[in-house]
């Protein structure tokens, strides 16, 4: 069979085991979005951005088997004020989650907006992720869109006195999750936005974010521990004039995690950080897949990757920044690097720039390499175990990634709690 027949198979396979949600004012954003996977088809490896990243269990009519993760430990964000939105493999529950109702914020369920004939989302939904299917195709992200049961329409107005956690709990073996959040932050409002958990065995995640004119976004996400579950995410992301969007991802191992993240900035003196951290020990695959356009004068963006490997993990980087012609004074810096414990885990990394501007300071780099001999024999000179003396510079390596987290607080809860998981897995 030809590969094209193989893939169009595949396809028809997934999109038969769905069903979209009917009516309401996202049925036409669902069906434009359906037309596009139908076009696009979903990915293989032969498609450039998959080359390093099975895409099979993603793509499977069939979400695979993961057993639930127990922990004995709180989940992340606990020990902080926020409003909580609980979803349990993919569907909202009203009884775990908090009152919705917050100052300078409206959420709305897209499961509700969908039985709407008028709500402020229906211009927003579908569309960055439309979008974002050029230059590179992203048919899980509209296959996401098409057949989304569920998530938030959530629409910051002012300044929200605590940020609101999206809270993903995995509670099925078999469970195919596929939630759907879009985010407006009108002009001088400013949120944090908190996501935690491993969702369900098999998760499909987009959100779209549209940041007005002197608006701010912060993101931070804690990807769960359960090791068997599968994971892609999209983020799709539009910045109008000095606005401000940073994110930052904790990805602790997964069998497989694919988080995509595609920026635009179309106001001048924007500024977009995306960072992650990710600690992978045995049978773990992470990619991390960065698309950032520079459509503006004098804009700011900043791609922070860093990962611990070992065991036989694998990580995987892909990022590209596009400064097109009239966006001068630009201001990219891209960095991805890899710390591998052992000889047996790897690092793929694809770094780009294409630059049509003639003013601009950009960069990349991307490395990779094994613990430093001379600190590791420095510490250990002083007293410090091995073991003990490793963990301390795996957290100096993953330090720069962890500082994108503007809200100290929360970034040194992460590096308390990066600490607790290196210790056990000693």
């Excluded at 609980?86 to 109702?101: E, I, Q, R, W």
Aim: aromatic share 6%.
């Amino acid at each position: 069979m030809a590969l094209a027949d193989v893939k169009q198979s595949a396809t028809e396979a997934r999109l038969a085991a769905l069903s979209m949600p009917e009516g309401g004012c996202l049925a036409a954003s669902r069906k434009a979005a359906l037309s596009r996977v139908q076009t696009l088809g979903l990915p293989g490896r032969r498609d450039e951005y998959w080359k390093y990243t099975r895409p099979e269990t993603l793509t499977a009519a069939e979400a695979p088997k993961a057993s639930v993760f127990a922990s004995d430990e709180a989940p992340m964000f606990n020990e902080f004020d926020r409003l909580q939105v609980v979803f349990v493999d993919g569907v909202f529950d009203a009884d775990a989650s908090d009152d919705l109702s917050l100052e300078g914020v409206t959420i709305d369920r897209i499961a509700d907006i969908c039985a709407q004939d008028i709500h402020w989302a229906k211009d927003l939904y579908g569309v960055l992720e439309a979008r974002g299917q050029s230059p590179v195709a992203r048919p899980l992200a509209a296959l996401n869109t098409a057949f989304a049961q569920d998530g938030v329409a959530i629409h910051v107005t002012g300044t929200p006195r605590k940020p609101i956690n999206l809270v993903y709990v995995h509670s099925a073996e078999i469970s195919d999750a596929i939630l759907h959040h879009v985010i407006r932050v009108e002009a001088g409002a400013e949120a944090t936005i908190l996501e935690n958990g491993p969702a369900a065995s098999r998760f499909n995640n987009c959100m779209e974010v549209d940041i007005a004119d002197t608006g701010k976004l912060h993101l931070v996400r804690a990807q769960g521990r359960d090791h068997e579950r599968r994971a892609v995410t999209h983020m799709f992301a539009r910045l109008g004039s000095e606005s401000v969007f940073k994110s930052f991802s904790l990805t602790v191992n997964g069998i497989l995690t694919r988080n995509e993240a595609v920026i635009e900035l179309l106001g001048d003196d924007a500024i977009a950080h995306v960072a992650g951290a990710c600690v992978g020990d045995g049978e773990v695959h992470h990619d991390d897949t960065v698309f950032i356009t520079h459509d503006a004068v004098n804009c700011e963006s900043r791609q922070v990757f860093k990962k611990v490997l070992r065991n036989g993990a694998t990580g995987v980087f892909q990022g590209k920044i596009l400064v097109k012609k009239d966006a001068q004074k630009t201001d990219g810096y891209q960095i991805s690097q890899a710390l591998l414990l052992d000889d047996d885990s790897q690092f793929l990394a694809k770094p780009e720039l294409e630059i049509y501007a003639d003013d601009v300071i950009c960069s990349h780099g991307s490395t990779t390499g094994a613990i430093d001999e001379e600190a590791l024999f420095y510490l250990r000179s002083r007293g410090i175990s091995t073991g003990e003396a490793t963990d301390l510079l795996t957290l100096a390596f993953l330090a720069e990634a962890v500082d994108e987290v503007e809200d100290r607080e929360m970034a040194d809860a992460i590096v308390a709690r990066l600490e607790g998981w290196l210790s056990r897995r000693r």
